[in-house]
Every structure is written in C-alpha cells, then in structure tokens.
C-alpha cells in the first residue's frame, strides 16, 4: 500500500495536519493507536456524565485552533476570569476587575494581594499582551524566579500565582520556563477559559469531522519505520508514504530522546451541592493534596443529570485515585459544605503523561528535526498547549507543501 503522506498520531497536531491536507486534496492517511481522535484533549461519556481526560480548559485567545473551529457550533461555556482562592482559613476571589466588574470590589480590597501586587499585574498584563516566543530574546529563568524579579511578594505569588499556574504547567514548584509562563499569561489577559458544553471532546471531533472514515485507521500502532519511508504497523502491515509526519510520542522511532512529561491525578465526585460560586477555577495554596478545584456543571449543565454537580478535583502528580477518595470527600466537606457521603467518588484519571516538562530554556533547543521526508510534529515542538499542538501541525503541512 501507498500513499502521499502518512500522519502517525490522531491528536490535535495530526488531525490540524490532516484538515489541512483534506482542503488541499492532498493524499493521506491517519494512523491513530487508539479507538478515538484528540490524544491528550478529550472526553468519555458514561452514564450522563462527561469526564474530561484530565481537567482541561480551553483559551479563546488560540488564533490559530479558533480558524479551524466554529465556536459557535461547539458552543463554549466560560469560567469566571481569575480564581476563588482559599487562603487555608477562608475563600477570597482574585479577578480581572475590567473583565468581572460584579467582582470589581473584593479584587481590589482582597487581602491576597498588596495594592503593588496589583498595579504590577495590571502592568504585566499590558507588557505582555502581543507576546510572542518566538520574539522573545531575553535571557531564560524559571517562572517563579521571573516573578520575584517583577518584584511580585512572596504573598501573591505563594496564594495565586503558584497554584494556578501549578494548575496549567502541573509542576508544585513552578520551574517551567518563565517564556511559557508569559505565552500562557498572555493568553490568560487576552482570552476567556472555556469548555465546549459538550465537553472538551469537541474540538477534535469537529476538526476531524471533515476527514473521510477511510483515511483514518484506528487501534494501529506504528512499529517501525524502514528506510524507503515504509512505515510497519504491529499487524506487520506495511504502508509507504512520500512524507511521514510524525506526532506525539512517535517521534522516539527514529531513537530520538523522549518527551518528558508533568502528570496528575484528576479525580471526579458528583454531589447535589452546587457552590454559589462554581464559575470560577478554586484554587487550594494551603491544601497538602488538591490544587484546584472546578464545578464543571456549574458552567455547562450537560457535564452531569440535572440534579447533579460534577466535581473535577485536580491533584499534581500520581496518586491511586481510590485509595484517597475519602480524603478528598472530607476536604469537601469541609470546603463547601454538606456531609462526605454527599460527595459521590464516580471516576478518576493518573495521567504520567498530562502535560509537556518546559524547564528553563526550554524554548532555545531546535526542538523540530525533519530527516529524508519526515517531520516531527507535535506540541513538544512549539509549546505545551492546544495552540501550540495544532500550530506544529499547520507547520508540518507547510513543510510539505514546499
């Protein structure tokens, strides 16, 4: 068998390469491991619940997935910008003020912060608000060193910054290289976090839509890759192709180095209590477990039945979700209200591979190495997000079609 061009991998930088090829009319054919679309972005669906894999947002500041999206049709629900953060006596919201005027009052008097701390994000936001890695040439650090030489104390950045952004990255320490934490803060200024009200399954199931069936194969692995750009599946087929584009971890068959990865422990919990304030992501600095918190239901009541809230509770690192469920039910207890037993434990994820390891300098190695017609693709090769996924696929069509 033949074709113009292989993808192996149907995640978002696979499936942008594909749309994109599918437009064009060229030849190709997606080689996906699993039964469905979306890697690391999606959803299952069991029992009128929809759990995210892992809790996800999307950021309506993602230019370039918005062109291969219709938003409207995916029907984005939005979280409250900012967070309800719990000091490890009560909860305090910290907001954007122009963008919540409801919350205009309680960010601005909020102890979380100093009126400096203040006026230095607000002038962080504006400093970074056309950023780009690409253009940035300053000297790399960790992004907790690069907010100390903001002159941020050590008050906001242990109560908001450190938790939230420990969220995104999925690291405690926040050592991620501070050029990703200013491409996500920038996006964070700019755009809203969301969910499809469908759930976050959405997005790849709308970019694949226009790809044919039979261009896609499922549960194939991809075992080998033979010298005359023949790929050899683990049924011993094997296919030949013009460009193979590799993405996700498929790159380790040409015996390159692999991607390291942050990981996390999402657990879910349905529960008849709905918080006064499930629109906004809870943010725990003083919890020895729980990093965030957020009432999926609360923004779109198609995550749960009707009478029920659906509680995604995120924990960094690996954990037998389990075994400390009832710790967590407790924490919820305590935190929202009602009985333990009014927090059903329903399903969780331990996810080693959630989110791309960006240390410092990161961003400074030739992270894109294309050999005799095959390219790497992948978010690894631009940045850790959905944005960056599907940029590197855009890429990879570019790459072939020169």
């Known amino acids: 068998m033949k074709t113009q061009s292989i993808i192996i991998g149907g995640g978002l930088a696979g499936l942008a390469c ?14 996906e491991k699993s039964d469905r679309l979306g890697g690391r972005v999606g959803s299952i669906y069991e029992d009128k619940f929809i759990f995210d894999v892992g809790f996800q947002v999307y950021n309506t500041a993602y230019s370039n997935t918005n062109s291969l999206l219709d938003l409207n049709e995916i029907d984005l629900k939005f979280f409250k910008p900012g967070a309800r953060v719990h000091d490890g006596k009560h909860f305090q919201i910290i907001s954007d003020p122009m963008r919540d005027l409801g919350q205009l009052l309680s960010s601005l008097f909020s102890s979380l912060s100093s009126f400096s701390d203040k006026i ?16 940035d040439h300053q000297e790399d650090c960790s992004t907790f060193e690069y907010l100390q030489g903001k002159g941020f104390s050590d008050k906001i950045i242990d109560l908001f910054f450190r938790p939230f952004f420990a969220g995104i990255f999925l690291e405690k320490k926040i050592e991620t290289s501070s050029k990703f934490f200013k491409y996500v803060f920038s996006n964070f200024s700019r755009g809203l976090a969301a969910l499809p009200s469908n759930g976050m399954q959405a997005i790849p199931d709308f970019i694949s839509k226009n790809i044919r069936d039979d261009l896609i194969m499922f549960n194939s692995r991809v075992i080998r890759i033979k010298d005359n750009n023949t790929i050899v599946l683990d049924n011993s087929e094997e296919i030949k192709a013009d460009t193979i584009i590799l993405t996700g971890d498929s790159h380790e068959l040409l015996g390159t180095k692999p991607t390291q990865y942050n990981s996390v422990t999402n657990l879910y919990f349905s529960s008849s209590i709905f918080p ?7 943010l725990f600095p003083k919890d020895n477990l729980i990093n965030n918190i957020a009432f999926l239901s609360s923004i779109s009541p198609n995550y749960s039945p009707s009478s029920k809230c659906l509680i995604s509770v995120s924990i960094l690192g690996l954990y037998d979700g389990k075994s ?28 080693k591979k959630a989110t791309i390891n960006q240390p410092v300098n990161y961003f400074s190695n030739n992270l894109v190495k294309s050999k005799n017609k095959i390219i790497v693709a992948g978010d690894h090769t631009v940045n850790g997000s959905i944005e960056g996924a599907v940029i590197s696929g855009l890429n990879a069509f570019r790459q072939i079609k020169i």
Do not use: P, T, W
Not at 120 to 135: F, G, Q, T, W
């Open 18 to 31: 594909a749309s994109k090829m599918q437009q064009e009319k060229h030849e190709f054919l997606v080689i």
């Open 120 to 135: 230095k994000i607000l002038l962080l936001k504006y400093e970074l608000s056309n950023y780009s890695i690409d253009n």
């Open 324 to 351: 400390i469920r009832k710790s967590i039910q407790k924490k919820l207890s305590k935190y929202f209200g009602g009985s333990e037993q009014q927090y059903d434990f329903i399903k969780s994820f331990e996810l």
């Open 276 to 282: 006064e304030f499930g629109s906004y992501i809870h």
